[in-house]
């Protein structure tokens, strides 16, 4: 497959890929003429922090697969991608550890004044009284708002602190999660107001979508107590910037931030915040997942995600409906033949139902054996077109399975 890389990867992985028969091409700058012809031969594009936008994916004819080196996919217009079906595949959890370091630092560097006393020491001033006024850590609340991999890994620092760490209920967690959030000691919250009205630090771990923006607003930041801390280390679409700059104002909410609303999509640029001349902030510039470490394990879950495609199997999709569809669920029973399912699946578009899902499995023993085609369909089948079914070569048995 050809592979177009539009970031910085280690040479180490690329030689990895090429060694397993793949042509890559790593564009670490815009073309100069502004086109994205470089797109035209790729059949997979890997991007860190490069938009990916409709206009891209329209020059990029033999594109299958979307990577993002990373977890969050918002900087890829992944409706365009749906659109044109091409797949998108993330790469979660390999910067969990990175971006919760980052987290506990920009904490320490808060409560501490840290920024503002290395500056005063750079300009020759000594003032010890100004810098003896933390809070400190051991015993304070700490709201994680977003307990997935990397929330669980600030929860794991937070709480080696003698952090006392709250999340939001939900019933819908995974029995791992479940025994991460017991071993951790977390407290559960039911409702948002329980969550924040006593949090002295709240940190920001969700993805940025239509539903999590402006997650922190006016009423979020009235049940916060007057001087908390916020941390947002996720998405800086996740604050409403006006909101928050009004917070810092009226209750002294103090900030550590490593992502903005408007932050340049260039490694450098000129560029001042709004927040940048305000006495309680702290900043950093979107460095969360920059380390070493990071970055290896990230290549290392790029490599996979191609790999698994390269075989027939995805890894991290994030664009793929993943609740069953249709109006029933179908089972056709059938040899393991040529042509029995273009067969079946004749059959039902005569009696124009659609196809929406389907999965084939083989059925293990001396070939030839038999197979188990389990469909869901648009509509259910009359009686008629189930006869019809039954009736073609090679099928053994039909049912209806599961009705919507």
Aim: hydrophobic share 45%; with cysteine; aromatic share 4%.
């Amino acid at each position: 497959m050809h592979i177009v890389f539009t970031d910085k990867i280690d040479r180490s992985f690329v030689k990895i890929l090429e060694k397993s028969g793949h042509s890559c091409k790593v564009f670490t700058a815009p073309p100069e003429d502004n086109s994205y012809r470089f797109l035209e031969a790729a059949e997979v594009l890997v991007v860190r922090s490069r938009r990916v936008t409709g206009p891209m994916l329209d020059s990029a004819s033999n594109l299958g697969l979307i990577v993002r080196a990373g977890a969050g996919t918002d900087n890829i217009d992944v409706q365009a991608a749906s659109e044109k079906g091409i797949y998108v595949c993330n790469v979660p959890g390999k910067n969990a550890a990175a971006v919760a370091e980052l987290t506990m630092g920009l904490l320490l560097a808060v409560d501490r004044s840290i920024p503002a006393a290395t500056a005063d020491l750079r300009e020759g001033r000594w003032d010890k009284a100004e810098y003896s006024r933390a809070n400190g850590l051991k015993g304070r609340s700490m709201a994680i708002v977003g307990l997935g991999e990397i929330g669980f890994e600030v929860a794991q620092r937070a709480t080696a602190f003698g952090i006392q760490v709250r999340a939001l209920d939900r019933t819908e967690r995974s029995a791992d999660a479940v025994k991460r959030i017991a071993a951790l000691d977390i407290h559960m919250c039911a409702s948002l107001k329980e969550l924040l009205e006593d949090a002295e630090i709240v940190s920001l771990h969700l993805p940025l979508t239509d539903r999590t923006r402006n997650t922190v607003d006016g009423r979020f930041l009235q049940y916060l107590p007057e001087g908390a801390i916020l941390l947002n280390t996720a998405r800086g679409g996740l604050i409403d910037q006006k909101a928050l700059l009004e917070a810092m104002d009226r209750k002294g909410i103090r900030v550590g931030l490593d992502v903005y609303v408007d932050e340049p999509s260039a490694s450098s640029a000129d560029w001042r915040t709004s927040f940048t001349s305000h006495p309680n902030f702290v900043g950093t510039h979107h460095i969360g997942a920059s380390t070493a470490q990071a970055q290896d394990a990230i290549a290392g879950g790029v490599v996979d995600a191609i790999e698994a495609y390269a075989s027939g199997r995805l890894i991290n999709c994030v664009n793929l409906v993943d609740r069953p569809l249709g109006a029933c669920a179908i089972t056709v029973r059938h040899r393991d033949e040529v042509g029995v399912l273009a067969a079946v699946l004749a059959c039902l578009r005569g009696a124009g139902i659609n196809v929406q899902q389907m999965q084939n499995e083989i059925f293990s023993g001396a070939s030839p054996t038999a197979a188990v085609a389990t469909i869901r369909a648009s509509m259910t089948p009359s009686t008629q077109t189930l006869e019809d079914l039954r009736q073609l070569e090679s099928v053994l048995r039909v049912d209806i399975v599961e009705r919507v």
